[in-house]
Each structure stands twice: as C-alpha cells, then as structure tokens.
C-alpha cells in the first residue's frame, strides 16, 4: 500500500515539478530578451540596414540567380551534343549493318563424290601415246571408261544469288583390269548463280583452273610392246599439265530447320586445253586434250546456308 501511494504522489507531483521549471524558464528568457534591443540596436541597426540588404539582397544575391540558368543552359546543351552525336551515328551504323549484311549473305563448305563416263577418239588419244605398236594391236586398247572420285569446295555467299569459291578434285578411271589408269587432278576458282525455291537452289556457273592427267599403260599380261621405232617397254607413263574451263548446273536442297546444310547435285562437262595428243615436250595451250565427259557430283555442304533471321527482319 505504501509503494501504491508513493508511485501516485511521484505521478502527481512530477507534473507540478516540470511545470514550475517551465515557469522559471520562461521568465528568465523574458527577462533577458528585452536587454537586447537597448544594448545591440545602435550598434547592428545600420549593418542590417545598409550593408547585408543592399550587399547580398540587391547586388549579389541577383547576379548568382541570373547566373545559375546560364550555367544549367550549358549543361544542357553538352548534355544534349553526345546524344544528338549517338542519334546521328545510329542510323549510319544500321545502314552500314545492313549493307553489309544485304552484300555478305553467308558460307559454305563440304565435301563430293563424282562418278562420271570419259571417252576419246582412239587408244593412243587415250593414253597420249602414239608409239603404242600395230594397228592391231591398238584395236583392241580400250578408247573410254568410267571414273570415279572425290573433291572438296569452299564459296562465300553474296547478294543471295552468287556463290564465290574453290574446289579440288581428284578422280581415277581404271582400265583393261592390268592396273591401267588415268588420275586427273584438278582445282580452280568457281562462281555461279543461283536463285530460291522454298528449300531447293538451281545453280549454274562455271569452274576456271589447272590440272594435271597422269596416264599409264600396262599391257596385257605384262607382255613386251615392240614400237615402230625399235623402243622395247612393257609400260608406259605420261603426265599432261592443262588449263581447263569447266561448265556445270545443279541443284541445292536445304536440309533441316536451322538450314546450315545442304545435299548438293551437280553434272559437269570439263573442257581441258593442254599439250598436244601424244609425246609431246611443247605445251600448246589452244590443244584441246580427251579423254572428257560429263560427271554426276553428289556432296554435303555445311555452313550459313541462308541470311540471319535477325538481318532479314531488318531488311
């Protein structure tokens, strides 16, 4: 009970206290503000007057507010020079992304096999060797044969219609089943056209190069070959560098959504103008030299097939 009656009168006088301090508080202040005027007005009445009015209110004060919309106008316009910089550059950054783009439409590469029927006029044609022996004998040499081989290509794709690129070939026709053969080796630089259906490409262009036809004969048998002119030989080996052109058509056909491959179809006829038909040392560039024929090429192609989705939407 008395802890109940002395938290009351705490509660109770410690209000009445705080109260009576405010009071003394009050009055101290109100009796030393007015001592201020009379002490202070003589001395601070012309400072504020005179200087800090006219000083900071009409002189200074003004100039500081004209200058800070002379200092924000600047700031905006260097602000406003590297954007309008950026706004200008843009538009010339997508013309050159997209003439890029409309001139470098993609690349390719893969490899082929060919198969193919060469032919030539008579057996000495054929094995470029007119010393061969009787005309009986060279009626029985065979004149044609069938070949086969392999080739690899690159190209670069421009302006989704040509094709930019080089190819190298090899191919083998066997003959007579002694181990006769003639290996052509070739390879050049090939541009052609083409145009897009849907998944299927038609294409037709041309192949500009060198190569080199390695022809060797071996009897029957192995048997000696008396020639008109004494030489005695069971074999025989030559070489025919030549420069070629080689004409040709064929078909694209895009494989699988993303498009990066492609079944290649494609039929030849090469032309080769070398050294003249027979033992020949003069190189005559104007000879045209057999065997040739037509060849069927069946490849793969992997790479960019097609533009980028992201450039054509540009475009």
């Known amino acids: 009970m008395r ?15 705080l109260s009576a301090q405010e009071e003394q508080v009050s009055s101290s202040d109100y009796g030393y503000t007015p001592e201020q005027p009379t002490q202070t007005a003589p001395a601070t ?13 009409e002189y200074v004060y003004p100039q500081q507010q004209q200058q800070q919309p002379q200092q924000q106008y600047v700031y905006q316009e260097q602000q406003q020079q590297p954007q309008q910089a950026e706004q200008q550059a843009e538009p010339e950054k997508k013309k ?17 096999i060919h198969g193919g029927y060469l032919f030539s006029d008579s057996p000495d044609k054929l094995f470029s060797n007119n010393g061969l022996g009787s005309e009986d004998y060279v009626k029985g040499l065979p004149r044609s044969g069938v070949c086969m081989g392999i080739g690899a290509m690159f190209r670069v794709h421009f302006l989704d219609h040509i094709h930019l690129g080089v190819e190298t070939n090899i191919s083998t026709m066997p003959l007579m089943r002694t181990g006769s053969n003639l290996r052509n080796i070739w390879g050049g630089a090939h541009c052609d056209f083409y145009t897009t259906w ?8 041309m192949t500009v190069g060198g190569g080199t036809i390695k022809r060797l004969f071996v009897p029957e048998k ?35 959504k993303s498009k990066s491959m492609a079944l290649l179809i494609r039929i030849d006829y090469m032309l080769q103008f070398g050294t003249a038909n027979g033992i020949a040392k003069d190189v005559n560039w104007s000879n045209f030299i057999t065997p040739s024929g037509p060849r069927l090429y069946i490849g793969l192609l992997f790479g960019h097939m097609t533009k980028k989705k992201k450039e054509s939407n540009t475009q």
């Open 3 to 17: 802890r109940e009656i002395l938290i009351i009168l705490m509660m109770t006088l410690f209000p009445l206290w």
């Open 45 to 57: 009445q012309p400072t504020q007057e005179y200087v800090y009015p006219q000083q900071q209110q």
């Open 96 to 112: 050159q992304k997209k003439s890029a783009a409309e001139i470098f439409t993609g690349f390719s590469s893969g490899l082929t």
């Open 198 to 205: 849907g998944k299927v490409r038609p294409l037709i262009g």
């Open 222 to 256: 192995a048997q000696i070959v008396t020639t008109p002119d004494s030489t005695v030989y069971n074999a025989s080996y030559t070489s025919t560098p030549y420069f070629l052109l080689d004409p040709y058509a064929g078909l694209e056909i895009l494989l699988g």
